[in-house]
């Protein structure tokens, strides 16, 4: 059989169809959980052994949920508003800062990212 998509989104054949359906932005573990359970297929079930029918069931039942580019352009659109707004969680958002109330004094390096201004040992040796 060809390539199995989702959403324009190709799954990978050997995975069982519960994990391939997470590689599709907007379906995490319980929502696959309720896809599987509305398409009437197990969910341990691998990607390569489903045929059109059962394809054509899930695309129907996955097609129910905001997924893919309409959920991205939703998401950054409340962050642009939050932006314009000027609110707290847009400035934070704007200066590349954690949102929810986390510290910065230490931790918060994936929002802030590596530490400038470091001093090397090559620098240091001359």
Same mark, same amino acid.
């Given at each position: ?41 197990? $969910?341990? =079930?691998?990607v390569?052994? !489903?045929?059109? @029918?059962?394809?054509? /069931? &899930?695309?129907?039942?996955?097609? $129910?949920? =905001?997924?893919?580019?309409? !959920?991205?352009? @939703?998401?950054?659109? /409340? &962050?642009?508003?939050l ?27 994936t ?16």
């Amino acid at each position: 059989m060809t390539v199995v998509r989702i959403q324009n989104v190709p799954l990978e054949p050997n995975k069982h169809i519960r994990i391939a359906l997470q590689s599709v932005y907007g379906i995490g573990n319980s929502r696959a959980l309720k896809i599987c359970a509305k398409a009437g297929i197990p $969910e341990t =079930t691998k990607v390569k052994t !489903l045929d059109d @029918e059962k394809v054509r /069931r &899930i695309q129907e039942a996955v097609s $129910e949920f =905001t997924t893919e580019g309409d !959920l991205r352009r @939703e998401v950054s659109m /409340r &962050i642009k508003r939050l932006r314009d707004i000027g609110c707290y969680r847009g400035k934070r958002h704007r200066s590349g800062l954690p949102v929810r109330g986390q510290r910065t004094r230490t931790n918060a390096r994936t929002r802030k990212g590596p530490r400038g201004n470091r001093i090397s040992k090559e620098s240091k040796e001359k």
